[in-house]
């Protein structure tokens, strides 16, 4: 599976979005952009997914460009509790995590 | 949905003692993986089992460790004579899998074992 670049940290404003960025340049034609998120003291949590057309669910929007070697992740009102480390991962669909590398992420900080 | 449980949430143990985790999936999920996470670091994969058949382990899981998944349900991962190096906090997740479905990760809080 293709590996994944974010910044090390962000800061965002309460009430404002934030904008997440992610590397996968070498990302392939059959693999999908996963993002999950790891609150303090709790597992990662999944997010949201896409392939190439931009996705919207409850918790956040994903913006993937048109030649699929970036992405990124918008919490449209973040608010204090989506302080976290967010992971962007790819791996192709069908098969299991166990080759998907989780990075070290990027740790959002949301300040009041 | 009682979500993925994981237990014991901590553990402390002397260097050379053997330690076992277990973890709960939820239920009717079919896939469950172990992953190491150290300090600023994401989760590292360990290995995983598709209903009981353990199907994948990574290099970094040495003879030391052992995992098991009887019946298909719960699981517990065991290892043998802890090192210093074991420390880590442990993640279970499980899944449900079938065709070609998008996977999703349902992941329990973690043990987080200190060995002295």
């Known amino acids: 599976d293709a590996k994944t670049t974010q910044p090390p940290s962000m800061d965002c404003a309460e009430g404002r979005a934030a904008n997440l960025p992610c590397n996968h340049s070498?990302?392939?034609?059959?693999?999908?952009v996963y993002w999950y998120r790891q609150i303090h003291s709790q597992g990662p949590q999944y997010i949201i997914h896409?392939?190439?057309n931009n996705e919207t669910n409850e918790m956040a929007s994903l913006i993937i460009t048109e030649d699929r070697k970036s992405s990124t992740l918008i919490l449209p009102h973040a608010t204090l509790r989506d302080t976290a480390v967010y992971y962007c991962?790819?791996?192709?669909?069908?098969?299991?995590?166990?080759?998907?590398?989780f990075g070290p992420g990027t740790s959002l900080s949301v300040i009041p | 949905d009682t979500g993925v449980s994981q237990n014991p949430r901590h553990k402390i143990t002397k260097r050379g003692q053997n330690v076992t985790f277990r973890c709960d999936p939820i239920?009717?999920?079919?896939?469950l993986y172990w992953y190491r996470q150290t300090l600023g670091q994401g989760p590292e994969f360990l290995t995983y089992?598709?209903?009981?058949?353990?199907?994948?382990k990574s290099r970094l899981l040495s003879d030391r460790f052992s995992a098991e998944r009887p019946k298909g349900s719960f699981s517990t991962l065991e290892i043998q004579r802890t090192e210093q190096g074991d420390s880590a906090m442990y993640l279970c997740?499980?899944?449900?899998?079938?065709?070609?479905?998008?996977?999703?990760?349902?992941f329990g809080s973690g043990t987080q074992l200190s060995v002295l």
């Open positions: 089992f598709q209903n009981e058949a353990q199907l994948e």
């Open positions: 896409g392939l190439k």
């Open positions: 070498t990302i392939s034609g059959n693999e999908y």
């Open positions: 991962i790819v791996r192709v669909d069908g098969t299991s995590y166990d080759k998907v590398i």
């Open positions: 997740a499980s899944s449900l899998v079938f065709a070609s479905t998008n996977e999703k990760l349902f």
């Open positions: 239920s009717e999920h079919n896939r």
